[in-house]
């Protein structure tokens, strides 16, 4: 078996300032701290965070007043600040730098009187956090092209888009061009809102899916990075693609007879379970490993100063 390695893949920058901040934070102030949803969508770094110290809450009313509480990477509504703020707990973000972007942007737009439409998928957390930095009703969300064309709108000519930042680039390209047709005069970020490692992993996956016979992505079900990776194969030569979490949950007669066998990881999965999934094909074939790069990543982001001072 020929495994076809795409690269980047795996842990992006903020996921790793995310994990770190816990460790950090733990070090620091010793255990427990108290994290708001999963830190990033992996099960296998909640579970080690968890036994460094870490208890993984849904909301805030689950922490005791007064102990630290660390909002993941994926990032939080205005209320949630507020909660935190009434409770007295001592909030340690963890916010991607990149995802605190969007959030300024959405504010920014709105300062200027405009009304806000956020390309995203509905429920996904970050979504819920971008949504939550303006008032409820005041961001428009719109997950496709067919959702713009029902859109309705206060004032046509004072509009502005946002979108997550680990959706599809080729998807997102689409229904910009759709509000860009139907509301000429619509605003929109300078640079693009997904971010680099999603627009990466992406475009790793598009250079190996066209060699691959399948191709496995390896990342959490509800990791929306993860899903747009599974979707990108398919939709550039790679038909038989999936998302596994890790080694032990790989269906071996999904394989049939594949014989070169594509790899990539979401951006919240980290490299050792790639590891994993390469000596499970080695225990059943005789491989050999090729990693394909598309380019290389340097991207790295500070941490808050309560954990460096
Ligand atoms: S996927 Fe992108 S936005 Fe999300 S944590 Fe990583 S760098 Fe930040």
Redesign the pocket.
């Known amino acids: 078996m020929r495994v076809v390695l795409a690269q980047p893949r795996g ?5 790793e ?2 994990i770190e901040i816990v460790e950090r934070a733990i070090e620091k102030f010793g255990p427990p701290v108290y994290v708001r949803h999963e830190i ?1 969508h992996n099960r296998h770094v909640v579970e080690s965070l968890r036994a460094k110290g870490a208890i993984f809450v849904e909301e805030l009313d689950e922490i005791p007043e007064g102990k630290i509480a660390i909002f993941s ?2 990032g939080v509504s205005k209320a949630v600040e507020g909660a935190a703020r009434e409770r007295g707990l001592m909030v340690v973000d963890a916010t ?4 605190s972007k969007v959030h300024t942007e959405g504010r920014r737009y709105a300062s200027q009187g405009r009304e806000v439409i956020l390309i995203g998928h509905a429920g996904h957390p ?1 979504v819920i956090g971008t949504m939550g930095q303006l008032p409820t009703g005041a961001v428009l969300l719109v997950e496709d092209v067919a959702q713009v064309e029902r859109l309705q709108v206060g004032d046509p000519s004072n509009l502005a888009y946002a979108t997550q ?2 959706l599809s680039v080729d998807d997102t390209t689409g229904i910009v061009a759709a509000l860009r047709h139907r509301f000429p005069a619509i605003q929109g970020p300078k640079m693009e809102d ?5 627009t990466n992993r992406q475009a790793a996956v598009k250079a190996i899916a066209g060699r691959c016979d399948a191709l496995v992505v390896i990342g959490a079900p509800n990791s929306s ?1 993860s899903m747009r990776l599974v979707e990108v194969a398919a939709n550039y030569g790679c038909t038989r693609s999936r998302l596994v979490q890790r080694a032990a949950d790989m269906d071996w007669q999904w394989l049939g007879d594949a014989r070169r066998l594509g790899i990539t990881a ?3 999965a980290p490299e050792l379970l790639v590891d994993e999934l390469i000596a499970a094909c080695r225990e059943r074939y005789d491989v050999t490993v090729e990693e394909v790069r598309t380019t290389d990543e340097n ?1 790295v ?1 500070k941490l808050p100063r309560q954990l460096v001072a």
């Not at 842990?11 to 996921?15: D, I, L, P, T």
């Not at 997904?194 to 999603?198: D, E, H, V």
């Open positions: 842990f992006c920058a903020g996921v300032r995310a990033v990477a994926h991607c730098p990149l995802v970050e930042t680990t997904i971010c680099y490692a999603t990075n979401g951006a919240s991207v982001f």
